[in-house]
């Protein structure tokens, strides 16, 4: 059933047309990423269908009694509020209705509309509403419904939030950056949530890892106009390399075509006369209708300040907090090229980690030692350097007017901001006028301007658009001083790292060789490990038991008998059995990741759930059988 259609609307804001023009049809259950530049209008286009804007042209058609659900980018809230009225505070139409219908029958208790007021909550799905916000949040891992969230950090009040959109049953779930400020843990408790929610929902996030996990189409918006690709993220680059490819060849006729009218605009006078005027006008519009090329970091490697011998060196050293430790003991030293990967839940002390690196914060015990060619820079998660009345390009030649690469050529600082994305005509705009992801931008452009030789990077894809974070990601493939970056983003994580320090948020801090997603198959596998001994263990202690009750030992129950023939045939036939269900179980892992929900989804998850209690049956009964084999 559709939900919302959209025809033909569009949105200008100041004097920048965001979109226009746009028809879109949003269906149950469907899933939807919303990509495009910082600025392009992505977060504008939300707040449309939400209601909280209204679109200039077009028309938006709801379905009768549609609840939606927004997560905002930064969630507010009032000061001395408690986590239980931060759901109080949420002001979508099925949360009003409910704190209003339960304040007028606490008005009127045992009266005659009091039944009815009840029902009319829980028919709208919304009885135990308080309830599964609190249980959102204790899943959340938060505190106490009566924990201030004054002291709630970036992270906490993230999950707050998601827990807060969650909670009410809505037909359409709209969420802009729900990753940012979340560690890995709670992304996955959230791509969970989505693919079993049933519930359609839009959402804007850089994090392609997500994309990935729980999209069923993705909306580009991209130079004012929206394009539709069906499947996740991977189909999505799949068919905008396909589209790309279209557009070259149509700017390849039109390449030649110029040429033609230009080699007649070169003859004289005599041969244009006639149609000239129309002709001209045809030839001017054809120049300016290029294509327009994607920014890359093809070539561009600054030319950092050489390393010495020693770069960095940690000795024993240790943090804490309080009676928290963050890290003891620690050992480590970087040496030239090192790509670092930190990682760890939130408030592990992965940042307090960078602090120290930097000298922002003093460690407890231990040692540093530094080189003498050092350079660092650290693209925090507050920085505020930025002048609000400074322009973009004066932002950039406070560091460096003049960039010098490798190959010993010069960048200016105009075409250093044209490299990250703002072009000539936004180099003059001041920074008071810029969106947060913009900003962000221009706060990397700042710190590599800097020419250093050891970049410290705490989430740095929080706010930034996929095209700033791929270029990112090429310059620090070609960058050949020091990375250790901070991040939750598990795609950039994988591109960027090639050693890990993991935190384990208990005080350890150990290191591992190889990237992101080998790692997690590692902790994959010591985790299932972990299970079938913890299954075997409870097993042994359960025939111990049955042993000692029946007082008849071993032989009694039937294990030193030999294996019948039918048991021999089933013995043997045993693993291949299991191996099927463990493939048929790996088959719908891989479905999940790209499902959009619904009753497909549904009858997966059922199977799955079935997989999993054959499996653990069919090897009870292999282990049974080979004690007698």
Request: proline share 3%; net charge negative; hydrophobic share 40%.
């Amino acid at each position: 059933m559709n939900l919302l259609s959209i025809d033909g609307i569009s949105k200008t804001l100041g004097d920048s047309p965001l979109f226009s023009g746009l028809s879109l049809g949003i269906d149950e259950g469907e899933g939807i990423g919303l990509v495009g530049k910082n600025g392009a209008g992505k977060s504008t286009l939300l707040k449309v269908i939400s209601g909280e804007l209204e679109a200039d042209s077009g028309t938006l058609a709801r379905k009768r009694g549609l609840r939606i659900s927004v997560l905002p980018q930064r969630p507010v809230f009032e000061k001395g509020a408690v986590l239980r009225d931060f759901l109080k505070g949420a002001s979508f139409p099925q949360v009003d209705a409910y704190y209003a219908l339960l304040e007028e029958a606490a008005k009127n208790p045992g009266g005659r509309d009091h039944d009815r007021l009840l029902h009319e909550v829980e028919a709208a799905g919304n009885l135990d509403l308080e309830h599964r916000f609190l249980s959102y949040c204790t899943e959340l891992g938060l505190p106490g419904p009566d924990s201030l969230l004054d002291s709630y950090s970036g992270g906490m009040l993230k999950k707050a939030a998601i827990a807060r959109c969650l909670a009410p049953r809505s037909d359409l779930v709209l969420l802009d950056e729900p990753t940012n400020h979340l560690d890995v843990e709670t992304i996955e408790w959230l791509e969970a949530r989505l693919l079993a929610g049933g519930f359609a929902f839009i959402l804007v996030t850089h994090d392609r890892w997500f994309l990935d996990a729980v999209c069923s189409s993705i909306l580009e918006v991209d130079s004012g106009k929206v394009w539709r690709h069906p499947g996740n993220y991977s189909a999505f680059l799949e068919g905008k390399a396909e589209r790309l490819a279209n557009m070259e060849k149509a700017d390849s006729r039109r390449l030649a075509r110029l040429k033609i009218e230009l080699e007649w605009l070169g003859r004289g006078a005599r041969a244009r006369a006639g149609k000239s005027r129309r002709r001209k006008e045809r030839i001017r519009d054809m120049a300016g209708a290029g294509l327009e090329r994607a920014a890359s970091m093809d070539g561009f490697q600054t030319n950092e300040s050489r390393l010495g011998r020693r770069v960095l060196e940690l000795k024993g050293v240790a943090k804490a907090y309080g009676d928290k430790g963050l890290f003891r003991d620690f050992s480590y030293e970087f040496t030239r090229g090192d790509r670092i990967g930190i990682v760890g839940p939130n408030g592990c002390g992965k940042t307090s980690l960078l602090d120290v690196i930097d000298g922002r914060k003093d460690i407890d015990s231990g040692t540093i030692l530094r080189g003498d060619t050092l350079r660092v820079s650290y693209f925090d998660q507050g920085s505020t350097s930025l002048r609000q009345d400074a322009s973009v390009l004066e932002s950039v030649q406070e560091k460096a007017e003049v960039l010098r690469l490798k190959d010993g050529t010069t960048l200016s600082a105009e075409l250093l901001l044209e490299r990250f994305l703002f072009p000539r005509t936004m180099q003059s705009l001041r920074v008071s006028r810029l969106s947060g992801g913009e900003r962000r931008r221009l706060e990397l452009v700042r710190l590599l301007a800097e020419s250093p030789n050891f970049l410290l990077l705490d989430e740095p894809t929080n706010d930034l658009d996929i095209e700033t974070i791929e270029l990112l990601e090429d310059f620090l493939e070609a960058f050949q001083g020091c990375v250790a970056v901070v991040s939750h983003d598990r795609a950039f994580l994988d591109r960027v790292a090639a050693f890990l320090l993991v935190f384990d948020g208990k005080g350890g801090l150990k290191e591992y060789p190889g990237s992101y997603s080998e790692w997690r198959e590692d902790q994959a596998a010591e985790a299932e490990e972990a299970r079938l001994a913890a299954e075997l263990e409870l097993k042994a202690l359960r025939d111990a038991r049955a042993n000692q009750g029946s007082g008849t030992g071993a032989s009694a129950s039937g294990a030193g008998k030999k294996l019948s023939w039918a048991e021999r045939k089933e013995f043997d036939g045993l693993l291949d059995e299991i191996d099927a269900l463990e493939s048929e179980r790996r088959d719908l892992e891989a479905h999940f990741s790209t499902s959009a929900g619904g009753p497909e989804l549904e009858a997966r998850a059922r199977r799955y759930a079935e997989l999993a209690a054959l499996i653990e049956a069919r090897t009870r009964r292999w282990e049974d059988l080979a004690e007698r084999a």
